[in-house]
Each structure stands twice: as C-alpha cells, then as structure tokens.
C-alpha cells in the first residue's frame, strides 16, 4: 500500500470513528426516556447546543424559568406564526423584520420565545441570531411527541428542533398547540408579570396561531401583526380594520385584542421604532 492511500484510509477510520463517538455521545447525554423536569443538554450536528427541559404540559412557568436560568423582570417578546404560502419575496422581507426584531431584542438583553421549530419564521429566528452572531436567549416551545433532535429518533414527530434557539422547553402532549399556553405565561413570568413588558408578533400563522392570538387578547397583551404576510395575520388585519369578523376568535380579537401593526415592506428602522415605542411607552 502507497503512503497516500495509507493516509486516505487511515482518513476514512478516523472519520467512521468520530461519527460512531458523536452518535453514541449523543445517545447518552440525551436518553430516549426523557423524565420530567430533568435538564439536558441537546447538542446538534453543527456544533451548537442548547439547554432543554420536559415538562407537563400544566408546568409552573416559575419552574421553567429557574430549571433553564431565565432572567427575571425582563423585557420578553414572543413569536406565533409559520410561512406558509409564502413567496420568495414574502419570506424575504419577513427574515429581514425578524433579522431587526432580534436585532433590537439583542440590544435590550431581552428574551424570545417562538415554537422552536426548524421551519416557517421559528427557523427565521433562529437564523438571525446564528447569521448574526447574536447574543440572545432564544427559547423554543413545542411538545415532546411532535419533534426530533439528535439522541432521539421520533418516529412520530412532524418537525426537528431548530439548531441556532439556546433553549428549548418540550411540554407533554400528543398535538401541536399543548405549548400554547406555557408560550405565553412563560413569557409573561419572565415579565415580571408585567403586561406592559410583553409584546406578540404574529406572521402569517394558520389555526393555532388564531387560537394563540385570541389567547393574547384575553391576557391583555400587545400583538404586532405583520401585515402582508398572509393567512391569520392578514384575516386578523382585515377584522381590525373593517371591524367585521364571523369566526368567534376573530371576534374575540376585534373586540378585546390590542394590536399594532407592522408592514412586510416596512425597513429594519421601522420595525424597531414601534418596538421601541411600545416598550417605552410602559
């Protein structure tokens, strides 16, 4: 055998043994038995890591906040929403609002909380904070029995957990939209539970995020709609603005919701300013 094929194939075991040490790595600091308020730590392909933690789906947001180190009395925003039927334009321009809100989130030490998915504006949010090197708590919320991450195979899951979110909180349930409640108390426990410190950003989004805005409006908490970004955002707007809505949770908005508005064509600056005139203004 040549020196260059020895080195090629010493190349090729080196390789096979990293992957086999990196999988079996995984499988024991991520046991396929998650227990319930037990911290780990989940660590993916690219080298990041996050803090996750199960809980029930009726969790104490107070628990949460201390088994992941969360800050207290802080500024928190929170992201519904998804991507769907969007243009290449569309995404676009919402990936550049996202890019300022964290930005501006970033800048304030305040905490986000989206879904935590990798796909729609939770994948967006991730992307900003790892593209632009942001230091930020990112928290991503989803039910355990819907989603995968390395050291756990889900056969049942729909969606992997998006890489760039430093934690993760995976609530028991068996459908999306369990960890729709915790999103927001969660957020509003960070708060302080001081409404004026909580804003919602809904884009675009379908049923869930319906469901999740009408929840926002019953606590008495700010939404920012992305109008132009499609499906709920934009039947949201559409209600506010005519004041007419038939489905009851769009009434329960019109009635009751306190929203704001932000344009998709609207620059990085804007979208900042209305953040920082709401936070202000508090």
């Known amino acids: ?12 075991i080196l390789t096979v043994i990293g992957v086999v040490a990196y999988e079996w790595d995984q499988r024991r600091r991520t046991p396929g038995r998650i227990k319930f308020n037990a911290p780990f730590i989940v ?9 996750a933690v199960y809980v029930p789906y009726d969790a ?25 039927g969007m243009s290449t334009e569309d995404i676009r321009r919402c990936q550049a609002l996202i890019d300022g809100v964290c930005m501006f989130a970033s800048a304030h030490e305040m905490v986000v909380i989206t ?16 593209r632009l090197r942001l230091k ?9 029995s819907r989603v995968r991450f390395p050291g756990r195979d889900n056969p049942n899951a729909d969606a992997d957990l998006e890489d760039s979110h430093s934690d993760f909180v995976l609530v028991e349930g068996a459908m999306w939209g369990v960890e729709s409640d915790l999103l927001q108390e969660l957020a509003l426990c960070v708060a302080g539970y001081d409404k004026r410190k909580v804003a919602g950003i809904l884009i675009n989004g379908g049923s869930i995020a319906l469901n999740e805005v009408a ?7 700010t939404m920012f709609v992305v109008e132009g970004s499609g499906r709920t955002a934009d039947a949201v707007a559409t209600a506010i603005r005519t004041k007419t809505a038939e489905q009851a949770l769009l009434k329960m908005v019109v009635e009751g ?13 804007t979208v ?4 920082d005139a709401h936070f202000r203004a508090r």
Request: glycine share 14%.
């Open 257 to 269: 919701g306190r929203v704001e508005f932000i344009q998709t064509t609207e620059g990085i600056e």
């Open 115 to 130: 879904g935590g998915t990798e796909g729609g504006i939770m994948q967006m949010f991730g992307d900003s904070r790892q």
């Open 215 to 221: 929840m926002a409006a019953e606590r008495g908490l």
């Open 272 to 275: 900042q300013a209305k953040l």
């Open 43 to 51: 660590r993916f392909a690219n080298g990041q890591w996050s803090r």
């Open 60 to 84: 104490d947001p107070h628990h949460v906040q201390s088994q992941l180190k969360l800050p207290a009395d802080q500024r928190t925003i929170f992201a519904i929403g998804g991507a769907g």
């Open 1 to 12: 055998m040549s020196d260059i094929s020895l080195i090629v194939a010493l190349a090729l």
């Open 136 to 144: 930020l708590r990112l928290v991503g919320i989803a039910p355990l």
